[in-house]
């Protein structure tokens, strides 16, 4: 997708969301949102290193040449800010003021976390991998940080976890991690730390800016503060109609695409009355546990008039979305059911296109 057609919401440091419509494509097809917390390094493939160290047998040093020559793993993924939605909270808190469209589809290829650590050689207790970015800047408390985040030990050495260096079939551009990243699914994207250069065992726990002060849930009703942001909390986002888009009498074809961090979507119901009925809609087959599902189904408006369409998706594990805003102070994990307004006009006097 040409950058004209992204938004941009931030200019710097750099973040830009993409339309509804490349939310839903297939890996490929479709961008994927770009988020940065500082500026982008430069970086030289030849010269990079990643080290890993900290609770290991043997600390070692990997070029990205070293690394092609492992056997490569791929995961095909949907990827999501945490802080998607954010400016559809009321108050708005303060940080980036994402739309619905900081969220895509795409391929990674790397090698695996797993593979990597066994390489290595983990030490008895053992409890974290943390992960670090070439990037670094001042935070609120005045400090200066790099980018870093831990995952728990069990999460790294899941096999679909990767130290990637291939976006759909082609090496990562800058602005996604260039030369190598690292990829979580299934947990929103702050996970999947960008121009990886260290990853470090740890035996406590980390308690760096991005792990404690930010990217954890703050002021959310039934939800401890401090609870860290990691599994993408289920959605399901109407990509046709268009917001306010003008329709003519009849059968509307209504299209989406849902997905969920903790457990396969296995329904997404249409309502037209503010949730007091639903109807189920048509899942597309799953092409794996981590990617969108797409979601088609037909809506008969009673009649002329103004009216908002609204998608719930529900996973495998009994989760789905709330009617209302859950609203929490740093803005993460909105997942409200997704509302469209539409208008009927049989006369098709102000139609256009969707």
């Given at each position: 997708?040409?950058?004209?057609?992204?938004?941009?919401?931030?200019?710097?440091?750099?973040?830009?969301?993409?339309?509804?419509?490349?939310?839903?494509?297939?890996?490929?097809?479709?961008?994927?949102?770009?988020?940065?917390?500082?500026?982008?390094?430069?970086?030289?493939?030849?010269?990079?290193?990643?080290?890993?160290?900290?609770?290991?047998?043997?600390?070692?040093?990997?070029?990205?040449?070293?690394?092609?020559?492992?056997?490569?793993?791929?995961?095909?993924?949907?990827?999501?800010?945490?802080?998607?939605?954010?400016?559809?909270?009321?108050?708005?808190?303060?940080?980036?003021?994402?739309?619905?469209?900081?969220?895509?589809?795409?391929?990674?290829?790397?090698?695996?976390?797993?593979?990597?650590?066994?390489?290595?050689?983990?030490?008895?207790?053992?409890?974290?991998?943390?992960?670090?970015?070439?990037?670094?800047?001042?935070?609120?408390?005045?400090?200066?940080?790099?980018?870093?985040?831990?995952?728990?030990?069990?999460?790294?050495?899941?096999?679909?976890?990767?130290?990637?260096?291939?976006?759909?079939?082609?090496?990562?551009?800058?602005?996604?991690?260039?030369?190598?990243?690292?990829?979580?699914?299934?947990?929103?994207?702050?996970?999947?730390?960008?121009?990886?250069?260290?990853?470090?065992?740890?035996?406590?726990?980390?308690?760096?800016?991005?792990?404690?002060?930010?990217?954890?849930?703050?002021?959310?009703?039934?939800?401890?503060?401090?609870?860290?942001?990691?599994?993408?909390?289920?959605?399901?986002l109407i990509t046709s109609p268009e917001e306010g888009a003008v329709l003519?009498?009849?059968?509307?074809?209504?299209?989406?695409?849902?997905?969920?961090?903790?457990?396969?979507?296995?329904?997404?119901?249409?309502?037209?009355?503010?949730?007091?009925?639903?109807?189920?809609?048509?899942?597309?087959?799953?092409?794996?546990?981590?990617?969108?599902?797409?979601?088609?189904?037909?809506?008969?408006?009673?009649?002329?008039?103004?009216?908002?369409?609204?998608?719930?998706?529900?996973?495998?594990?009994?989760?789905?979305?709330?009617?209302?805003?859950?609203?929490?102070?740093?803005?993460?994990?909105?997942?409200?059911?997704?509302?469209?307004?539409?208008?009927?006009?049989?006369?098709?006097?102000?139609?256009?296109?969707?």
């Amino acid at each position: 997708m040409s950058a004209s057609r992204r938004r941009v919401v931030e200019e710097v440091p750099f973040n830009a969301e993409v339309p509804l419509s490349e939310v839903a494509c297939a890996p490929g097809e479709g961008a994927v949102f770009v988020r940065s917390h500082f500026d982008l390094p430069v970086l030289s493939q030849a010269e990079h290193r990643v080290e890993v160290a900290g609770a290991v047998v043997r600390p070692a040093a990997y070029r990205l040449a070293d690394l092609r020559r492992w056997p490569v793993r791929s995961v095909e993924l949907t990827l999501e800010c945490a802080g998607n939605g954010r400016s559809l909270m009321r108050p708005q808190p303060k940080g980036t003021a994402w739309g619905l469209g900081a969220a895509g589809n795409a391929v990674f290829e790397g090698v695996a976390l797993q593979d990597l650590l066994e390489e290595v050689g983990v030490e008895d207790g053992a409890l974290e991998v943390l992960a670090v970015g070439a990037d670094a800047g001042t935070v609120a408390s005045g400090a200066r940080v790099a980018f870093e985040r831990s995952l728990p030990l069990a999460v790294a050495r899941r096999g679909d976890v990767l130290l990637a260096h291939t976006l759909n079939g082609a090496p990562l551009p800058p602005e996604h991690g260039f030369p190598l990243r690292l990829v979580v699914p299934g947990w929103y994207g702050v996970a999947s730390v960008k121009w990886l250069t260290r990853l470090s065992v740890l035996r406590t726990p980390f308690a760096g800016w991005f792990q404690k002060d930010t990217y954890v849930y703050d002021g959310e009703s039934g939800v401890p503060d401090g609870t860290p942001v990691r599994a993408m909390r289920v959605r399901a986002l109407i990509t046709s109609p268009e917001e306010g888009a003008v329709l003519r009498d009849g059968a509307v074809a209504v299209e989406g695409a849902a997905w969920s961090g903790s457990g396969p979507v296995v329904a997404v119901a249409l309502s037209a009355d503010e949730g007091v009925s639903w109807t189920d809609l048509e899942l597309e087959p799953a092409r794996g546990p981590w990617l969108r599902r797409r979601f088609r189904g037909t809506w008969s408006p009673p009649g002329p008039g103004s009216y908002t369409l609204l998608a719930r998706a529900t996973d495998a594990t009994g989760a789905t979305q709330p009617l209302d805003v859950v609203w929490n102070r740093l803005g993460y994990g909105n997942n409200a059911v997704h509302r469209v307004q539409v208008v009927v006009d049989p006369s098709g006097s102000v139609l256009r296109s969707m």
